[in-house]
């Protein structure tokens, strides 16, 4: 009987040690083992026992099938990379860096994106803002000569005006906003889930039997935070109840007004984390002790959770992360992108069943007789 009957025959594709080398360091690049910048052949030689001819052979297989991109003098590195694409080019690159004065937490959030720049071989400049600025960011907000000395701008948490974005494109600046967006020019953005926060967030109260929620939104994270109501209004309508408009504190006189009348909820959830924090800080005084209030916090604000509130938290770091990503790979003309970056509910002691306990709830699909 022969020996090699039954046992499967090599592919010819694979033959050579160089071929059988190159199907691993494929495997290793697309999984994620080898990223950025290759080690160097000696390195790869030793670590997949071959010598240096080898895995030269194989990375110039790869290089042909569109996979690495080789420099002479910088290396390899692993084709549309965004960070390998910065360091192969060797141009360091200086982006701006344009945030919100009151935001919680400001100086850790631009120095995690300064770092990820760094790495990256280019340089991210912090630009002051005018102290009539924290409100939103007017045409003159940046200077010419500043727009003349940045390859890409970062605007987060800020609420740039139509007349300094038109201003931007006209320059083919490429431009994210981050953690908002505009409301009428396309650009991308990477912004918190608050369609995903409001409906986690209502659901989580009413299934503490609430049945009266109200929705306050912080004028200041205006427009991207206006999302929420639509998770808000599918939570309601989902268990059959009847949804609110929401409230913008901001745009009301006298809000606390809607806490106290005659139709008063028994429960909020909160998107800002000042807003939440104000409220929760207010019960027994201004607005009912038994209130129970859930908070959608700015990436990063830490307020809500010092204060052991109810919230939908998305982590900071993710924000920044996408948001360096996308400038670094960002050009001129290059189509809009939206990040929606998710979150997570952590219950805590700010919501708990009402005071008086409400007709049963039905069961989304079931009906109660």
């Not at 995690?112 to 790495?119: G, L, N, Q």
């Not at 609110?244 to 745009?251: E, I, L, M, P, Y």
């Not at 038994?290 to 959770?305: F, K, R, T, V």
Request: with cysteine.
């Amino acid at each position: 009987m022969n020996p090699q009957l039954g046992s499967p025959t090599p592919e010819p594709s694979l033959s050579y040690k160089y071929q059988r080398l190159r199907e691993q360091l494929r495997q290793a690049i697309l999984s994620g083992e080898l990223s950025c910048r290759l080690p160097g052949e000696r390195v790869l030689a030793k670590r997949y026992q071959a010598n240096a001819k080898t895995v030269n052979k194989a990375l110039s297989d790869l290089t042909i099938d569109g996979l690495l991109v080789r420099h002479v003098g910088r290396g390899t590195f692993v084709a549309g990379d965004a960070k390998s694409a910065s360091i192969a080019a060797g141009k360091p690159r200086t982006y701006g860096w344009l945030m919100a004065g009151n935001y919680a937490g400001r100086d850790g959030v631009y120095q995690r994106a300064a770092e990820t720049i760094r790495a990256c071989g280019h340089h991210l400049e912090r630009l002051e803002l005018p102290a009539d600025a924290e409100a939103g960011l007017w045409d003159d907000v940046l200077k010419p000569r500043q727009l003349r000395q940045i390859a890409g701008l970062v605007l987060f948490a800020a609420r740039p005006c139509e007349t300094l974005m038109a201003s931007l494109h006209r320059r083919h600046l490429p431009t994210i906003i981050a953690n908002n967006r505009h409301e009428t020019i396309r650009t991308p953005v990477v912004v918190a889930d608050y369609v995903h926060g409001a409906f986690d967030l209502t659901q989580h109260l009413i299934q503490l039997g609430h049945l009266e929620i109200l929705l306050l939104i912080s004028e200041a994270l205006l427009p991207a935070a206006e999302d929420a109501e639509k998770g808000y209004r599918a939570a309601m309508q989902r268990y059959g109840l009847s949804p609110r408009s929401a409230t913008c504190v901001g745009q009301v006189g006298n809000w606390t007004t809607l806490l106290n009348g005659p139709n008063r909820p028994t429960a909020l959830v909160c998107v800002g984390a000042e807003l939440a924090v104000r409220l929760h800080q207010q019960a027994g005084v201004d607005i009912p002790q038994s209130l129970s209030i859930a908070a959608i916090p700015e990436p990063g604000a830490p307020q809500a959770a010092e204060h052991h509130l109810t919230t939908y938290e998305v982590p900071v770091d993710r924000i920044v992360d996408w948001t360096t990503k996308l400038l670094l790979a960002a050009s001129p003309g290059q189509p809009p992108q939206m990040v929606i970056v998710p979150g997570r509910l952590h219950a805590r002691q700010s919501t708990g069943k009402p005071a008086t306990q409400p007709t049963p709830l039905a069961t989304p699909g079931e009906t109660v007789i």
